[in-house]
């Protein structure tokens, strides 16, 4: 291969990310949208939850009740996500599993709100009152909150995209008569370590401008390969009985037709096709952590 993938400064590197439309909206729901919010709906895609966690999350969200979502669980190792939640359970964690995308899930959600709220449901109700009661959506971008809030609403009325940061405003969402559902910009932290910002950027949280696609698309193929070896051997019919990724990586590569002049491959339009490729769950369902 013509690169160094494994050139350890790549590992070292640190991401700063943190825009300013982001520092605004993250300002915003400290400052007004968590004082009206009777709990949280905490969004994470469960192919990469942990990376989903901002670390200073109880303090943004004043420690008001959370519902931890593991969404997007049609493309994760569900036996692999069972067993992180239930690490977030033996910490005292509310969880649910989702796939905001199948109405399957539309019950189990708001039955969770009914549990996570059923003190103050119940105070109202012997004083003789239904209020309204309002859930913030919060996550990392493309986590899926509008598509999820689409799916409690059972209509359209957020715009949902695959592409990190499409939301930029507060919309609020009723869903039916008991809840008010907040649906927030996605918002991350200012610095990760490689690791968290990599897993980040494999599940589409982050813009695929900060990082070279080929050097990214090289380094999930080499996860994938380490944790789900099966999983490519499904995809291109190889024999794993060997120690040579470089080769299975090219074999891809040419597969796919990514041949520059000189018979060189093109390896930033196979690392974004294999990064698609992931996202897509055209390799099964993983979860990277």
Not at 60 to 71: A, E, G, Q
Not at 80 to 109: C, D, H, M, P, W
Not at 202 to 219: A, H, N, Q, R, T
Request: proline share 3%.
């Amino acid at each position: 291969m013509s690169k160094n993938y494994m050139d350890e400064n790549v590992v070292e590197k640190k991401i700063n990310w943190f825009p300013g439309h982001m520092k605004n909206a993250l300002m915003d729901i400290e400052d007004n949208k968590i004082k009206l919010a009777d709990c949280i709906l905490y969004v994470l895609d469960s192919r990469s939850p942990n990376a989903c966690i901002n670390p200073k999350v109880d303090k943004i969200v004043h420690h008001k009740p959370i519902i931890y979502v593991f969404n997007k669980i049609d493309l994760a190792d569900e036996k692999r996500v069972i067993e992180i939640q239930k690490q977030y359970e033996a910490e005292g964690k509310i969880t649910i599993l989702s796939n905001a995308s199948s109405n399957q899930f539309r019950n189990q959600i708001k039955n969770a709100l009914k549990k996570v709220l059923a003190e103050k449901i119940e105070r109202n109700k012997q004083k003789g009152i239904s209020p309204t009661y309002k859930v913030l959506v919060l996550g990392v971008p493309n986590t899926g909150k509008s598509t999820l809030i689409n799916m409690l609403s059972g209509e359209r009325k957020t715009k949902a995209s695959n592409i990190a940061g499409v939301t930029r405003t507060n919309q609020w969402v009723k869903i039916d008569d008991t809840f008010i559902l907040c649906d927030t910009p996605g918002i991350l932290w200012p610095k990760f370590d490689d690791i968290i910002s990599r897993n980040l950027a494999y599940i589409g949280c982050l813009s695929d401008k900060e990082f070279d696609m080929s050097d990214l698309g090289f380094e999930l193929m080499n996860l994938i390969y380490e944790k789900y070896p099966e999983n490519l051997q499904e995809k291109f019919d190889v024999d794993f009985e060997f120690d040579a990724f470089l080769e299975l990586y090219d074999r891809f590569c040419i597969k796919r037709g990514y041949i520059m002049r000189k018979n060189e491959i093109d390896y930033t339009r196979a690392g974004k096709s294999f990064i698609d490729d992931f996202r897509s769950g055209k390799f099964g369902r993983i979860t990277l952590e």
